[in-house]
């Protein structure tokens, strides 16, 4: 089978963090020759219906014959908000979400799209019972890094073998990773986590005897140890880092980045009036939301810090009437010095000159944004991947520095102060700078022609053809 004759469907979350990468991954492999559609929930167009970024896909998808998006439903009714009750998203997939992405791939085909291989991302297990319904191979993508997956698997394989996690000083130590404490492990597989998340990272590791090939959103150089480490458990193949094109240097052919919320480009205008390497960029992904006394101390260390600051804070949640809202008069009294946005085209700020550091909540396509931008991090993690990947951008890519909260959770304005000051003019600052530099250079040269993850997508795809013969 030549490579132009083959389709693949990739299975997603419509979460922002979820459908990014993947949409990525789809672009990959589109410019490798194949021809790929993207499936998530119907409830995702009506979402980002008001987004431009929505608009702006759907034309590029009309101009390129080699992509498709697809919607099914997962059984729940479209004005359910699925952020408040993600449990009865999570339930309801299994039981409805298959049987209609099973109708769709079955109408599909009856039309002529037949499918060589279906790639679902790790948050969707039940895919493979859908594939394996239809016998088409499969792929796991996992959209965490190859550290969280190696933690995981060992987790659901061998559970005894992690220390209690009662004492958040308790340590283990597993195969090509640092030493971790208990509160550097991913919140999923601790007593905290609720339980349909639980639930579906077990189904996931339940499904992987289904799967003929584990992805992972990540590049060789920059786990080399624990990629080695599972070589005889579950291979990995590493394909990443699936960050937007601009950040590795590729042109943008396809639209690789849809945002909920319309980006505020003002602040690009802004960032060109700082010196180089004096901006503190402060952004928290798309579902974290900080308490009030939280953003109290960052705000105070902010602008004792004088530094010019980006911060953003999405909309509804920084004025100072209301519950986690910024300090009565921060605004005024940083202006010129600070800019607040509702949300940003998070890639053109960090490829920007003027900036010095990012604190980060390190979700992964944060983190893999940073590595490829080469920009220093401060580390401000709080729930699922984010503590491991904490851990690993402080000890292992030593291009940070993690903030150190009291026992309550919240960190200290002095604290704060005391990160901004270490990567940015501290004793450490250069070498800080220079390995994030030389982590950037590395994520280019994974992707480039030859390079580590497209040497390993080239491989996937003989496989894919092999498999179809």
Known sequence: ??????????????????????????????????????????VFSQTLSNAKSYTNLNTQVDETPELHLEFFSDGLHLDLDRNKHLDLTLQSLPLLGSKNLSNLITNLAANGRTFSCIIYQIFVPWVADVAADHGIPCAMLCIQGSSLFSIYHRYHNDFEAFPPFDNPNNALQLPGLPLLEVKDLPTFILPSCPQHFKNVLSDSFRSLEKVNWVLVNSFYELEADVVKSMALLKPLL?????????????????????????????CLEWLDKKP????????????????????????????????????VIKSGERDSDKENGLPVGFMEETNGTGLVVSWCNQEKVLMHGALACFVSHCGWNSTLEAVAAGVPVIAFPEWTDQPTNAKLLVDVFKMGVRMRPQEDGVVTKEEVERCIFEVTEGLRATEIKERAAELKDAARKAVADGGSSDGNVDYFISQIIEQSS
């Not at 004759?5 to 410019?31: C, E």
């Not at 880092?241 to 505020?264: A, F, Q, T, Y």
Request: proline share 6%.
């Open 238 to 266: 590493p394909i990443g880092p699936l960050v937007p094109s601009s950040l590795i240097g590729k042109e943008e052919v396809i639209m690789d980045r849809l945002d909920m919320w319309n980006s505020d480009d003002s």
């Open 1 to 42: 089978m030549a490579v132009e004759g083959v389709h693949v469907l990739l299975v997603t979350l419509p979460f922002q963090g979820h459908i990014n990468p993947m949409l990525r991954f789809a672009k990959r492999l589109v410019s490798k020759g194949l021809h790929v559609t993207l499936a998530t929930l119907e």
């Open 276 to 311: 180089n390497s004096s901006v503190v960029y402060l952004a928290f992904g798309s579902l974290t939301v900080l308490a009030k006394k939280q953003i109290e101390n960052i705000a105070m260390a902010l602008k004792k810090s004088k530094r010019p600051f980006l911060w």
